[in-house]
């Protein structure tokens, strides 16, 4: 997948506006799923976890939907602010946890 | 205030010469990594450890070594066999020792270019 860069998918949304940002998944087996957050120049920051046995978990205004059927997985963010402008990645713990792998990033752009 | 730290924060190279980058952390983490981030690309594994005094390589190790002397510390030297080392390099760490079993925080990063 992409991050942090060139051609990364943009996503703009206005100021307390709620964003959705969506990321795909090959391996089935997966079982543990993460998101980050990294701003520019920086290193990514841990958002939220979700395991393989729940579909939905929600944190402090940001909610991860888990779509196994389809190896979907999706950020919400609640009421955007400035602040959460920056690269999001999920991450995926691909066959028998032997590794991450870190999906497309997407950049998401708020308006103010 | 625990946490994982990188230094320097931006490195430069010379063809032909080796550099460390050096990782520590004090969250009583048995695993760390390395990672390289390429514009366009997602991470990639360079290097990472589970226990003290053990390492294996990752996806893309050829060009780069590490040592894991000490629990706290996981220093990545990038080599001049390395043929494309620019890029920004991440570290991090996680409790458990099965690579993707726990999360993995991430340290700020060392962004090294060659001139």
């Known amino acids: 997948g992409e991050s942090v860069g060139l051609h990364l998918p943009t996503l703009s949304v206005q100021e307390g506006d709620n964003s959705i940002i969506n990321c795909a998944y090959s391996n089935s087996a997966s079982d543990y799923f993460i998101w980050y957050k990294q701003e520019s120049g920086k290193g990514p920051q841990f958002i939220i976890d979700?395991?393989?046995?729940?579909d939905k978990r929600q944190g402090q205004r940001v909610t991860v939907l888990l779509n196994k059927t389809v190896k979907h997985l999706s950020l919400q963010i609640a009421a955007t602010q400035p602040g959460d402008s920056a690269v999001y990645f999920c991450a995926d713990s691909g066959y028998n946890f032997n590794k991450f792998y870190f999906g497309s990033g997407t950049k998401l752009n708020v308006k103010p | 205030d625990g946490g994982i730290t990188q230094s320097p924060k931006y490195l430069f190279r010379k063809e032909g010469q080796n550099v460390t980058l050096s990782c520590e952390q004090n969250?009583?983490?048995?695993?760390m990594y390395w990672y390289r981030q390429d514009p366009g690309q997602g991470l990639r594994l360079i290097y990472y450890s589970q226990i003290v005094n053990d390492f294996q390589k990752g996806d893309i190790a050829e060009g780069y070594s590490v040592s894991r002397e000490k629990k706290e510390s996981f220093p990545l030297t990038v080599t001049s066999a390395q043929k494309n080392p620019t890029a920004f390099y991440l570290c991090?760490?996680?409790?458990?020792?099965?690579?993707?079993?726990?999360?993995?925080?991430f340290g700020p990063g060392t962004r090294l270019t060659v001139l």
């Open positions: 969250l009583n983490h048995d695993a």
């Open positions: 979700i395991r393989s046995n729940m």
């Open positions: 991090a760490s996680s409790m458990g020792r099965r690579l993707a079993t726990d999360t993995q925080y």
